[in-house]
């Protein structure tokens, strides 16, 4: 957000001069539940704990009957290991139900870029033990590309 005259923690920025603010709004009824008016030198990514404060800010905002079951978007500039461990912990918890995307549409260049990829060049996802961090399960639905939390197995050991 661009200032053009030195206003409180306007900073220089990629963008010239201004205020990098983050925003959560409720979008069915486009009502802003919590925000923060940062720097301009405040970054937009990996600022995890800017994101986790708006995350617990706007559920707190919300009217204690809606926090129950949640649908929860974040742009690419949000997505981080933190929000996304949070955003997990939250869907975990008994009686309440989360949802969420983090992550931004792919434009035609990534799409074309991916479809490039060859088959035997994807592999699975190593975590820093060295196994698998997730596989497919046995018994999966026939899609390969779901994204059913039960056709998955997390931290699977890895196969000889």
């Known amino acids: 957000m661009t ?4 206003k409180e923690r306007a900073e220089p920025n990629f963008k010239g ?17 919590a925000w923060m008016l940062r ?6 990514k990996n600022t995890a704990a800017d994101h986790l404060r708006l995350l617990d800010d706007a559920i707190t ?28 912990r939250l869907a975990s918890r008994h009686g309440y139900q989360v949802t969420y995307s983090v992550g ?3 434009a035609a260049r990534e799409k074309a870029a991916i479809g490039k990829v060859p088959e035997p ?9 060295g196994r698998v ?13 779901c994204a059913h939390r039960e056709c998955w197995i997390e931290e699977a050991p890895s196969r000889s």
């Not at 060049?121 to 033990?129: E, H, M, Q, R, Y």
């Open 61 to 88: 905002a919300l009217p204690p009957a809606l926090r129950r079951k949640l649908m929860i978007t974040c742009d690419g500039a949000g997505a981080s290991h933190a929000l996304v461990k949070e955003l997990d």
């Open 17 to 33: 001069y201004g205020h990098h603010p983050i925003i959560a709004a409720c979008d069915n009824v486009a009502e802003p539940l």
């Open 104 to 106: 931004w549409e792919l």
């Open 3 to 6: 200032a053009h005259s030195d």
């Open 133 to 145: 961090r997730e596989r497919r399960a046995d018994d999966a639905c026939p899609n390969q590309r």
């Open 39 to 44: 720097p301009g030198s405040a970054g937009s």
């Open 121 to 129: 060049a994807w592999a699975a996802a190593i975590g820093p033990k």
